[in-house]
């Protein structure tokens, strides 16, 4: 079993910052994919971005990459998305998922066997 949760959601004007954090408890592997994705009412979960535990592989959806930037200290079990030049259209609940069943990369949401919370962003014109 593998526990999340993500923290640093908020309220932001366009052009700013956030960090949201996520913390993993329970046993995950250095080939194991670590994502977020993000949702808005009423649409599906989409990708956002993507690291292997091991630091190793990264992945950004199209409309992130040069503004978004994610990381993790394997150390502290956490995995980190920096999310800078934020737009209105960022606005959505961002959730960190992982799986125990993918070794390497995957953006299919089926794949992610564990879900934190969720955090929200709001980023204001």
């Known amino acids: 079993q593998v526990q999340l949760a993500e923290s640093g959601g908020g309220l932001v004007q366009a052009g700013g910052s956030l960090r949201l954090s996520c913390v993993a408890s329970?046993?995950?592997?250095?080939?194991?994919?670590m994502a977020w994705f993000r949702q808005v009412p009423g649409k599906e979960r989409d990708f956002v971005a993507l690291?292997?535990?091991?630091?190793?592989?990264?992945d950004y959806i199209d409309s992130v990459k040069g503004r978004f930037t994610i990381s993790r200290d394997s150390a502290k079990n956490t995995v980190y998305l920096q999310m800078n030049n934020l737009k209105p259209e960022d606005t959505a609940v961002y959730y960190c998922?992982?799986?125990?069943?993918?070794?390497?990369?995957?953006?299919?949401?089926?794949?992610?066997?564990?879900w934190g919370q969720g955090t929200q962003v709001t980023v204001s014109s």
């Open positions: 690291i292997t535990w091991s630091g190793r592989d990264t």
């Open positions: 998922a992982t799986t125990t069943r993918i070794f390497g990369t995957t953006v299919g949401i089926h794949d992610y066997d564990y």
């Open positions: 329970g046993r995950t592997f250095s080939s194991n994919p």
